[in-house]
């Protein structure tokens, strides 16, 4: 059984940098079967995927393009964790964040199987 | 690739048949997924690759669609199944649809 366990303040002050990190128990963040993703829940914006990370020989990181330049996801293997940095917070980044794990059973059959418990993120003063 | 559902929400009584359908903006094969979420909980995978259901999900959920339309259907409408059902593509980068709300009528 996979559980992904979030962490971090759920208060970030404008113009700040907001950090996630998402505790991986049952797989490794090294897995070369699965990507490790943040993604986030306004009511604006809807569910958004916001960039991932995945092992295969080396590290791999791709992020959508609303946040590009703005967010790094990087993997902590000493402590099978990954986190989320973005920076420059606006009050438009409120929103529930989510950790999940991503896998890929055959060509077409891929999905989020895992979610961590979410993190009410408010960008205010 | 933009997803659209429709309705965005639907009153319904128990054992009722729903049906959600999702359209994609372009082609996506059979990328398409089925979520469902419940207030304060992170969503649930219920079909992968627009018909296949996901171990334990009932099977009264049933999916179906290839191309850029697709439909979920919940026959029987259970107590539990209150909840709002998104979609989501898998073909590039991965975007969600608005989700659908069903409600108790």
């Known amino acids: 059984q996979v559980l992904l366990q979030q962490s971090g303040p759920g208060l970030v002050k404008p113009s700040q940098t907001l950090s996630l990190t998402c505790t991986i128990s049952g797989d490794s963040v090294s897995s070369n079967s699965a990507a490790w993703n943040w993604i986030r829940q306004s009511p604006s914006r809807g569910l958004e995927w916001l960039g991932r990370t995945y092992y295969m020989s080396k590290w791999f990181h791709d992020y959508a393009v609303s946040v590009k330049g703005r967010i790094t996801i990087n993997p902590d293997t000493s402590k099978n964790q990954f986190s989320l940095q973005l920076t420059s917070v606006t009050p438009e980044d409120t929103a529930v964040y989510f950790c999940?794990?991503?896998?890929?059973?055959?060509?077409?059959?891929?999905?989020?199987?895992?979610w961590g418990q979410g993190t009410l993120v408010t960008v205010s003063s | 690739i933009q997803m659209t559902q429709s309705p965005s929400s639907l009153s319904a009584s128990v054992g009722d048949r729903v049906t959600i359908t999702c359209r994609a903006s372009q082609y996506i094969s059979s990328y398409l997924n089925w979520y469902q979420q419940k207030p304060g909980r992170a969503p649930k995978v219920m079909i992968s690759a627009a018909s296949r259901l996901q171990s334990g999900v009932p099977s009264r959920f049933s999916g179906s669609g290839s191309g850029t339309d697709f439909t979920l259907t919940i026959s029987n409408l259970q107590p539990e199944d209150f909840a709002t059902y998104y979609c989501?593509?898998?073909?590039?980068?991965?975007?969600f649809g608005q989700g659908t709300k069903v409600e108790i009528k």
């Open positions: 989501q593509q898998t073909y590039s980068v991965w975007t």
């Open positions: 999940a794990r991503y896998v890929r059973v055959d060509t077409a059959n891929r999905y989020f199987d895992y």
